[in-house]
């Protein structure tokens, strides 16, 4: 309440499966999330939008253990879309980024396509 007394946004990191606690945190004052681990067990995006996206902004979700290191660029940008149509469908709520950290092992042109499809299709969509 403090936080938001001043105008602060709150943001919470919790890594994997939360959905469990999303209710609490949401009442305890959360506003943003981070990050959306989507390949965890209950944290489907769509869903994830769908009960709690009026209430809070999600933050993160581009799968960073298997796609954005060891994917092609194609593999990255289809990964961006289907972020951005699952957590801004509506065009508001979310902050594309990572799952975590971008690991050394991800090649530059992995990174540079993860922005640029965010830019070009956030654009569009």
Not at 16 to 35: K, Y
Not at 65 to 74: D, E, H, N, Y
Not at 89 to 104: K, V
């Amino acid at each position: 309440d403090l936080c938001h007394e001043f105008g602060i946004k709150v943001f919470h990191h919790d890594d994997g499966s939360n959905r469990i606690f999303l209710p609490l945190l949401v009442e305890m004052g959360i506003d943003i999330l981070n990050p959306v681990q989507w390949t965890c067990p209950s944290m489907d995006m769509v869903e994830l939008k769908s009960e709690f996206g009026n209430r809070i902004c999600f933050h993160g979700a581009v799968e960073n253990q298997r796609v954005l290191p060891f994917g092609t660029p194609s593999d990255v940008r289809a990964e961006v879309r289907h972020c951005i149509d699952s957590l801004a469908s509506d065009r508001t709520g979310y902050i594309l980024a990572p799952c975590h950290n971008i690991q050394a092992n991800t090649p530059v042109e992995n990174v540079i396509a993860m922005y640029d499809e965010a830019w070009q299709y956030g654009r569009m969509s």
